[in-house]
């Protein structure tokens, strides 16, 4: 049997082009979509790079995952066996001011692409839904059988695409969604890294004001907002894995499908949170720089501890993060420190 073809969307993006670089690594074909609304150029070219190390086919193509003419050429160019679908836009506060970009970037066109799926009888997917479908949970661990109650339209647009996988077993599609919690991390060889214009996550912004201490510029103090949460230490805590443990997990996913798996849905998490304080004094740890903090108020909506429970995940698709905290600052501070792509 050759080798399995992924169609991974929004593979020139963050969490996507280490899942494209993981599955070209571990014996699968890929092919990347990506409008490059947020996506880098330079994440398709280290893959082709790594495609060609690895004796993987790897194609790309410039289109949007709703534009028909373009994706009916990706879809007559190439057998594809499975999809795992990143592209969307990701930002709470954004989403907040600009539903309609939500609803529309992340919940129509994705009912389009997997109209185009059904047409080319492609009917196995791993999706990239959020923590953000839980809204604001009583229960923690947060386990995948609590009521997804989100309360901003970014997390509003991914449960509508979850319910409309649901729908669409009727035409035969076997889903899997992935529920991440917070993601962070580069790849170990800093061939890939976290880009995102705004940055909006909480260990990159840490390091960027390290870096600009370490430049010797007069940077603003890092923010942590509000210490005063019922929390151990006063600052909110959340539950953080490593990018490439993310990539593993998304494999683990495709297997499952391949073996004759039925939709389901995981969250991926670690069991355990950091608190924003003990992800702040690590950081100072790894880059030995006694980065300038300042306490702010509250922000509106931040619940105080979220942390998913990764039981089911690890015994239905065996998997469990390998990576530590360091692991994620350590590998990010190498990434933004020798920053080829030059985006920040
Ligand atoms: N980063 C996190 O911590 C996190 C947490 C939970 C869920 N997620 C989800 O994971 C996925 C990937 O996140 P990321 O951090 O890698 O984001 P990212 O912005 O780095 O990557 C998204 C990619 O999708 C592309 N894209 C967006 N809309 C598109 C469209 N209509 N057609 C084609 N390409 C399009 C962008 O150009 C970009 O390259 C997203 O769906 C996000 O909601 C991320």
Redesign the pocket.
């Known amino acids: 049997m050759g080798k399995k073809n992924i169609l991974v969307?929004?593979?020139?993006?963050?969490?996507?082009?280490h899942t494209a670089k993981y599955l070209l690594e571990n014996n699968y074909d890929a092919v990347l979509?990506?409008?490059?609304?947020?996506?880098?150029v330079e994440?398709k070219d280290e893959l082709q790079k790594i495609a060609d190390e690895n004796g993987a086919k790897f194609k790309a193509y410039n289109?949007?995952?709703?534009?028909r003419e373009k994706m009916n050429t990706v879809f007559k160019e190439n057998e594809i066996d499975a999809l795992v679908?990143?592209?969307?836009?990701?930002q709470v506060g954004e989403s907040v001011i600009d539903p309609y970009k939500y609803y529309i970037?992340?919940t129509s066109?994705t009912a389009v692409l997997l109209d185009i799926m059904r047409n080319y009888g492609v009917n196995k997917i791993v999706f990239?839904?959020?923590?953000?479908t839980y809204g604001e949970p009583e229960v923690i661990p947060i386990t995948e059988n609590l009521k997804q109650n989100p309360i901003n339209p970014?997390g509003q647009s991914?449960l509508m695409i979850e319910k409309i996988m649901d729908d669409a077993k009727i035409y035969g599609l076997k889903s899997i969604r992935l529920?991440?919690?917070?993601?962070?991390g580069a790849s170990s060889d800093t061939r890939l890294g976290?880009?995102?214009r705004p940055e909006t996550?909480l260990i990159p912004n840490i390091l960027y004001s390290a870096l600009a201490q370490k430049n010797g510029e007069n940077g603003k103090a890092f923010k942590i907002f509000g210490n005063d949460y019922n929390t151990p230490d006063g600052t909110c805590v959340r539950d953080y894995i490593h990018v490439e443990d993310l990539a593993r997990a998304h494999e683990l996913a495709l297997k499952k499908l391949f073996n004759g798996g039925e939709t389901s849905y995981y969250n991926l998490g670690s069991n355990s949170g950091y608190s924003v304080k003990e992800v702040f004094d690590t950081a100072k740890k790894v880059t030995e720089i006694d980065i300038k903090v300042e306490i702010a108020p509250r922000r509106e909506g931040d619940p105080a501890t979220l942390i998913a429970s990764n039981k089911k995940a690890k015994e239905e698709l065996g998997f469990e993060p390998h990576k530590t905290l360091v692991d994620m600052i350590q590998t990010t501070w190498n990434w933004i420190q020798n920053d080829k792509w030059k985006k920040h």
């Open positions: 969307t929004g593979a020139a993006g963050y969490i996507g082009s979509v990506d409008n490059y609304v947020l996506g880098n994440a289109a949007d995952i709703s534009d679908h990143f592209a969307a836009f990701s970037n992340n066109k990239s839904s959020t923590a953000a970014y991914k529920r991440y919690f917070n993601v962070a976290e880009e995102h996550h």
